[in-house]
């Protein structure tokens, strides 16, 4: 079995973006000898039953997330560590979807901010990452905001002189890609 769980996975449930159903996604993961497998629709949990009862009969490990997308861009996958967490979730979901056309979810990173308690987030870069001459940029920006709210609550402040390589990452890179 290889020791790799991929996080990023998107169902047909996320209209135009993804095109397998649940339980293929899960099965293919088995199928790969994945260690597990995260389904992480766009702004649902959609997907999230289905692939966790076929998780649930191949004995896969399974993690229920959401892609979560900003009326502005920004994407992160949010993990919930326990109950408390996956209900903030919800409340997040419902609040962006009731403001918003039918099918659509309109949030903001300030939201995603208020309710980060209790999440993993792993944080998406844009499409194009473009280098900028002042740091950091709006995006490695974000990505503080995310890992210093975490730190707070944990009594912990991270700093750039701690993390120095994340600067270093995304100014060498040489495509404007991470």
Same mark, same amino acid.
């Given at each position: 079995?290889?020791?790799?769980?991929?996080?990023?996975?998107?169902?047909?449930?996320?209209?135009?973006?993804?095109?397998?159903?649940?339980?293929?996604?899960?099965?293919?993961a088995?199928?790969?000898?994945?260690?597990?497998?995260?389904?992480?629709?766009?702004?649902?949990?959609?997907?999230?039953?289905?692939?966790?009862?076929?998780?649930?009969?191949?004995?896969?490990?399974?993690?229920?997330?959401?892609?979560?997308?900003?009326?502005?861009?920004? /994407?992160? *996958?949010?993990?919930?560590? +326990? &109950? #408390?967490?996956?209900?903030?979730?919800?409340?997040? !979901?419902? $609040?962006?979807? %009731?403001?918003?056309?039918?099918?659509?979810?309109?949030?903001?990173?300030?939201?995603?901010?208020?309710?980060?308690?209790?999440?993993?987030?792993?944080?998406?870069?844009?499409?194009?990452?473009?280098?900028?001459?002042?740091?950091?940029?709006?995006?490695?920006? /974000?990505? *503080?905001s995310?890992?210093? +709210? &975490? #730190?707070k609550?944990?009594?912990?402040?991270?700093? !750039?002189? $701690?993390?120095? %390589?994340?600067?270093?990452?995304?100014?060498?890179?040489?495509?404007?890609?991470?």
């Amino acid at each position: 079995m290889i020791q790799y769980t991929e996080f990023a996975v998107t169902t047909n449930f996320s209209f135009l973006r993804g095109a397998s159903h649940a339980e293929e996604l899960v099965e293919r993961a088995e199928e790969l000898g994945l260690a597990g497998i995260g389904v992480a629709d766009r702004n649902s949990f959609a997907g999230v039953v289905r692939a966790h009862i076929a998780a649930k009969d191949l004995n896969l490990r399974f993690f229920a997330g959401v892609r979560l997308v900003t009326t502005d861009g920004f /994407e992160t *996958l949010a993990y919930p560590m +326990a &109950r #408390a967490a996956y209900g903030r979730l919800c409340r997040l !979901l419902t $609040r962006g979807k %009731r403001r918003a056309k039918k099918g659509e979810c309109a949030l903001s990173f300030e939201e995603i901010l208020e309710f980060s308690e209790g999440h993993i987030f792993i944080v998406l870069p844009p499409a194009k990452l473009e280098r900028c001459a002042h740091y950091p940029p709006s995006f490695t920006g /974000e990505v *503080l905001s995310l890992s210093e +709210a &975490r #730190a707070k609550r944990r009594g912990k402040a991270p700093s !750039l002189r $701690r993390y120095p %390589r994340y600067r270093l990452r995304i100014e060498r890179s040489p495509n404007g890609s991470m």
